[in-house]
């Protein structure tokens, strides 16, 4: 039995990861800066660790990481969300034989960067929107002629996204900040599971509700051709591993161009196969590809269940909203292992707690502690 740990368990997408090894065979652990995380009650976790954040001392945090690998022989790790820049200088720390599911830091740090990675994407070919830091001239002069899109070059879950109309001012000057021309078109979000290149499964998803600009309840989209064409191509003589996923935008003439990339899992990560997507993390070089699941809309039933009552002085949307909410499936609920479900309330407090109390988003209240902004590699 091979021993797992995931450095992350209060996301959804964690949950799922954790149940797709616990079907592979695994002993799973799970580290966490919180205390309380959803995965914690999970019957599929052995254990869970508490570890420092690494926006609190990075070094004591990858020594609470390193600690863990040793004591409990742990044969992989697995990084979850935005702490896999973090997780990634672990690499030439690890004892013989243990793998990291991360590409290297440079190369997720490249595709972190938003200007970055449109530029990486720009030199292959591939179609993306005109995009600039905001200390580049060039910047100035597309939000004076296009309506835009201002936000961070680092950034996750839309913190400090803002969209801008033609001739506003830019917030602001810095190379920390990026703008972008505001596309019009349909949002899709890909999930790829990626060895040295070499592409086990993509999936393509689109939001039905949304909390902000983070998609709680979403469909699966089997007719993204462009999308898919543009993910192969930009994997092309790739050794990336690793999960890799992208935002695009699909216009009227089916043309698609990535906005932005996240080089970590995301909700996508719910169409995979449970068992199938266990045994390519755990054998990828052996692996051909990963079966998708048979269901194709999915939602954090919680969330979605907020949102739809948020819209209830709103009849037609609200109505859409309930619609969408039954015909979903729940990512958390397992009649396996019902407690992440039954206790998710009380696990995610250090979440709820600061978003209720501090005005953060949801999206920030999880993310703050663990987020990358750019530090030298």
């Known amino acids: 039995m091979k021993t797992v740990l995931l450095t992350l368990g209060r996301l959804p997408k964690a949950l799922a990861i954790v149940r797709a090894c616990r ?26 660790f508490r570890v420092t954040a690494p926006n609190t001392s990075l070094s004591a945090y990858l020594a609470d990481l390193l600690d863990i690998i040793d004591r409990e022989a742990v044969d992989l790790v697995i990084p979850v969300s935005e702490e896999a820049l973090h997780v990634a200088k672990l690499r030439t720390q690890l004892p013989p ?3 990291l599911w991360a590409a290297p830091l440079v190369q997720l740090a490249e595709l972190h960067h938003k200007r970055d990675f449109i530029a990486l994407a720009a030199c292959k070919g591939l179609p993306v929107p005109e995009t600039y830091t905001a200390d580049e001239a060039g910047a100035r002069a597309l ?53 040295r290149g070499r592409e086990l499964a993509t999936v393509f998803y689109r939001g039905r509700v949304f909390a902000g600009t983070v998609a709680i309840c979403f469909e699966r989209v089997d007719d993204a051709d462009s999308a898919q064409r543009w993910v192969s191509d930009f994997l092309a003589d790739s050794d990336y591993s690793g999960f890799l996923a992208f935002d695009f935008i699909v216009d009227g003439d089916g043309v698609a161009r990535a906005i932005e990339c996240n080089p970590r899992a995301t ?26 699941t048979a269901g194709t809309r999915f939602q954090w039933a919680y969330s979605t269940l907020t949102e739809t009552y948020a819209a209830i002085f709103k009849p037609r949307e609200f109505i859409r909203r309930f619609r969408e909410m039954r015909s979903a499936r729940d990512v958390i609920w397992a009649a396996h292992d019902p ?25 920030e209240a999880t993310q703050r502690d663990i987020a990358w902004f750019g530090e030298s590699s």
Not at 170 to 188: F, M, P
């Open 143 to 195: 939000a004076r002629r296009s309506d835009y899109v201002e936000k961070p070059v680092h950034s996750c879950s839309g913190i400090g996204l803002r969209f801008a109309r033609a001739g506003d001012a830019l917030v602001s000057d810095s190379a920390e900040g990026l703008v972008q021309t505001h596309l019009e078109g349909e949002l899709i979000s890909s999930l790829s599971v990626v060895s």
């Open 23 to 48: 079907a592979a065979g695994c002993r799973v652990l799970v580290a966490d800066p919180f205390r309380w995380h959803l995965c914690k009650p999970s019957r599929d976790v052995a254990q869970s």
């Open 267 to 292: 909700s996508g990560v719910h169409f995979f196969d449970s068992a199938s997507l266990g045994e390519a993390l755990l054998n990828p070089e052996s692996t051909s590809s990963i079966r998708l």
């Open 97 to 99: 034989g243990v793998m």
């Open 339 to 363: 407690l992440p479900f039954l206790l998710m309330t009380p696990m995610s407090w250090e979440i709820l707690w600061p978003a209720m109390t501090t005005g953060v988003s949801l999206g």
